[in-house]
């Protein structure tokens, strides 16, 4: 009898366990996930919680995997959502090189998914990836040649900091800078910096020796910084050189806080915007339109638009 007892209660336990879990997987909802190769960036410190609320605003639980910068891990990360029966999958890529083998898994697989931030978009067909959500570099080249035509009218003379030879940022940027800016415009000078601001500030040494400043007798009329990173070695080598905000215009790319911190004290002059918040945003309501069938196929660009000291305050950084 206490047997019998024994193993009615068994049968009791296992059977309201298996309800639980059947409520608790009804109740979870439709379910994301994010791989994200830079996980850790500080643009992705921005970039995450942004997806995590809008994807909670539409209904969705959102998991976030760190994809380490290895492809290797994000293809991992791809099986266990197509496994596991997730809603849509978002692919932030860490290196396009590599991309491949995710992007077949994902199409052969059916699920819903949508690649983000780090893949050139004009790319993507070619590919396979269907929808793309991210900026574009060459816009950020556009939005500084609009800002330096409209500072210079006249034209001047431009020195560049930019970025890691053959990086696609690099030549995106440079690319449209080129198409945009007529012989008016004069590059005295252009140095691959590798996105460090040592290096910065030693290339900018440099050109400061070479050239000077337009506003102190010598010829340099504005600086091109390719990103905030680099800009903290420019205006190092700008003290250092005994200058002070206001001597020399000074354009950069991004949205982290040095670059917020340098229009506040006066050395950056304008800034080609890219807002991790607005990016995680739409790759999220994207996807949710991949899922419901109401997507547009193909580049859903990030804007890029340019911020003003006077300005700055109505642009997210990070």
């Not at 050189?241 to 000074?250: L, R, S």
């Amino acid at each position: 009898m206490k047997k019998l007892i024994s193993t009615i209660l068994v049968l009791v336990l296992v059977t309201a366990g298996l309800f639980a879990a059947g409520a608790s997987e009804k109740s979870s909802g439709p379910r994301l996930m994010l791989s994200n190769a830079y996980y850790t960036a500080p643009y992705c410190a921005a970039y995450n919680p942004s997806a995590e609320k809008t994807a909670e605003a539409l209904g969705y639980e959102m998991t976030i995997l760190d994809g380490a910068g290895n492809q290797q891990t994000q293809l991992e990360h791809a099986n266990l959502a197509i496994a596991e029966g997730y809603d849509g999958f978002l692919y932030f890529p860490a290196d396009v090189d590599g991309a491949l083998p995710i992007i077949e898994a994902l199409n052969d697989s059916g699920i819903a998914w949508v690649g983000v931030n780090a893949y050139p978009g004009d790319k993507i067909d070619e590919v396979g990836m269907k929808y793309y959500v991210g900026p574009d570099a060459a816009s950020h080249g556009h939005t500084m040649a609009a800002t330096i035509a409209e500072l210079f009218p006249n034209g001047c003379n431009l020195v560049g900091i930019e970025g890691t030879a053959g990086h696609m940022q690099t030549l995106y940027i440079n690319g449209a800078l080129a198409e945009d800016l007529g012989n008016e415009y004069q590059w005295l000078d252009r140095q691959d910096c590798n996105f460090q601001a040592e290096v910065a500030m030693t290339k900018m040494t440099d050109m400061l020796t070479a050239y000077g400043l337009a506003s102190k007798g010598g010829e340099i009329d504005c600086i091109v910084s390719h990103d905030g990173g680099m800009l903290t070695g420019v205006m190092s080598a700008l003290e250092a050189a005994g200058h002070k905000p206001g001597d020399v215009t000074i354009i950069a790319m991004g949205s982290n806080q040095v670059l917020y911190d340098a229009m506040e004290s006066g050395w950056l002059t304008a800034c080609s915007t890219q807002d991790p918040v607005e990016e995680a945003k739409l790759a999220v309501e994207t996807l949710d339109k991949v899922i419901k069938g109401t997507a547009t196929v193909g580049w859903t660009k990030l804007p890029t638009p340019v911020a003003y000291p006077d300005t700055k305050d109505n642009f997210n950084w990070f």
